[in-house]
Structures are given as structure tokens and as C-alpha cells.
């Protein structure tokens, strides 16, 4: 980045001076005239076009109680055995640092929404989901205790809900099973924290379609995507005769899978009972299922 242009001219060849952030060069010869070793320009890069390059912290984010504004007190301040900081001095900071995690909450209703926000974090990363579904289960869970519902409600069990409806509204197949697999609510929990956030807010959720399923438990199933296709054919197809009504998504889309293996012999087939595991369904819902296609074929 070229600075101002100088007045002064090149003892060599006579040339105009530039000065850069460091040094000042000639434009005919590239002779370094003088060295400002201290670099005055900002200490940050930017890569946007616009001419505000102001300095910033971290960006915003509803998956904090304080939308991370909030500063902390690191441990590497010293507390380590190794700091060269005396046993006092050491003492001193883990004080600071508890009364300052202390006031960043100020109240039981700022408790809450760190111990919901914690719980969602830690199931949207044993779930694998991405970053938007836990900002997005964090606004909902905050939506939620805005409105009262919490009272009496557990708070496990809305932190899986939010997860689960937030997944229902993005059109991930995440089952209610999966979810209380690895959060610290049980189904009832969610359940009822699921039916009064549907209730009382009145998200965008509608059927689950079955056809969500089919990547996953193709993969775990190791079928080829040519099975996953058929087996997408057929789920279409009771879709449109109307024939999944009061069946398990889940299961239809492993019965699907179940079906389209067997059509061919030069397909792997798979046995019911593998199928059901990886919809965590009993056998006789993908046997029905499979009853049901072959009704409609004949």
C-alpha cells in the first residue's frame, strides 16, 4: 500500500521517492533511501471491499445469554503451575475469575438460558448438526422462556424440543429417539416441551417426509445410490396414493430401502430386522410397509 508521494528525490539516480508503511523507495532504481521500522498502519487485515475497515471483535451470537459481548478471564492469566506469578498472585486471579463468571449472571432467568444454551450445544455436537441449528434452536429455546413456558417444565427437555422442532422446521430427519439418545431428557420430557412450543408459538412444522431418511440409512445400510433411488421412487409413490397415513416416516423410508434391495439380483439385499434397527422400528413396521407395496404393485 503506497503512502503519500515525497518531495524529496533519489541520491542515486535522481528519481522520485515513495514512502510505503516502512520505507522510503525510489520508483526508478528501487533504492531504500530510509527505514521507518515502526509500522504505523492498524494492526488488523482486512478483506472487504467497503471503506469502513473499522476493528471488531467477535461477531454476535443468540447461542450466548449475552449475545457474546461479554468478556472472560483466560487461564492462561497466570493460573498455570508454571507462571512465573507467585502462589498469591495466582490465588488472586482464580478470585477474580469466579466473582467475574458470577456477574455476567445476574439472574435465575440468565441461569437458565446458559444451562438450556449448554444443553443444546452439547446435543447439536453429538448430533452432528451444523452451526445454524443451534443458533436457531437458542433463539426458539429464548422464545420460549420469554413466554412462560418453562414454568414447570424441565429445562432438559426444552433444550431437546428446540433441537427436535428446529430440525423438524429445517427439514433434517432427526428422530425423537436419536435426540433423547444423547440429551439428559427422557421422551415424555421432550414430548411436552415439544407440544407446548408447537402449541404456544405455532411453528412452521408439517409431515415429516420420509424421503429425508433415505441418505442416512442408505449409508448405514452401505446400499448403492442406485437402491437409494428406487427406494425414493417408491416413497413417492405411497406418497401419492395416500398410503404412509399413520405410518412411522422413519420406518416407511427403511421398508422403502428394504424393498428396492430385493427388487434386483444384482443388488445386496438386506434382511428386515437390519432395516428396523437402523430406523429403530420393530420388524413388523417395515413387514407392513413392504405388504403395503407389494398391494399396490399387484
Not at 472472560?72 to 467475574?100: D, F, M, N, V, W
Not at 442406485?226 to 425414493?232: V, Y
Request: some cysteine; charged content about 30%.
Amino acid at each position: 500500500m503506497a503512502a503519500d508521494d515525497s518531495t524529496e528525490s533519489c541520491s542515486e539516480c535522481g528519481g522520485r521517492l515513495r514512502a510505503t508503511e516502512t520505507e522510503l523507495i525510489c520508483e526508478n532504481c528501487g533504492l531504500v533511501s530510509g527505514e521507518d521500522a515502526i509500522d504505523r498502519g492498524p494492526e488488523w487485515r482486512s478483506f472487504d471491499d467497503g471503506p469502513d475497515r473499522r476493528r471488531t471483535g467477535a461477531p454476535l451470537t443468540r447461542s450466548r445469554h449475552d449475545r457474546g459481548l461479554s468478556t472472560e478471564i483466560g487461564y492462561g492469566s497466570g493460573s498455570s503451575p508454571r507462571s512465573r506469578l507467585t502462589g498469591r498472585k495466582r490465588r488472586q486471579i482464580a478470585r477474580l475469575r469466579r466473582e467475574h463468571n458470577r456477574a455476567r449472571i445476574s439472574t435465575k432467568a440468565e441461569r437458565n438460558q446458559v444451562y438450556g444454551f449448554t444443553e443444546i450445544k452439547r446435543v447439536n455436537g453429538l448430533l452432528s448438526l451444523p452451526a445454524s441449528v443451534r443458533e436457531q434452536s437458542c433463539t426458539l429455546f429464548e422464545s420460549a422462556q420469554s413466554e412462560g413456558l418453562l414454568q414447570g417444565r424441565s429445562l432438559e427437555g426444552f433444550a431437546a424440543a428446540a433441537i427436535y422442532a428446529t430440525c423438524r422446521t429445517n427439514s433434517l430427519a432427526r428422530t425423537i429417539d436419536e435426540i433423547v439418545a444423547v440429551a439428559r431428557a427422557d421422551t415424555d420430557e421432550l414430548k411436552a416441551a415439544y407440544d407446548a412450543l408447537n402449541r404456544e408459538l405455532e411453528l412452521p412444522t408439517g409431515p415429516i417426509d420420509p424421503t429425508q431418511y433415505l441418505p442416512r440409512y442408505a449409508s448405514k445400510l452401505e446400499l448403492e445410490p442406485a437402491i437409494e433411488n428406487r427406494a425414493r421412487e417408491l416413497v413417492t409413490a405411497l406418497l401419492e396414493d395416500g398410503a404412509i397415513g399413520g405410518r412411522n416416516p422413519s420406518g416407511v423410508a427403511a421398508a422403502c430401502l428394504y424393498a428396492a434391495a430385493g427388487e434386483r439380483e444384482e443388488w445386496p439385499s438386506i434382511t428386515q430386522t437390519a432395516a428396523a434397527d437402523v430406523a429403530d422400528v420393530a420388524p413388523a413396521t417395515i413387514r407392513s410397509t413392504a405388504v403395503a407395496l407389494d398391494d399396490r404393485e399387484q
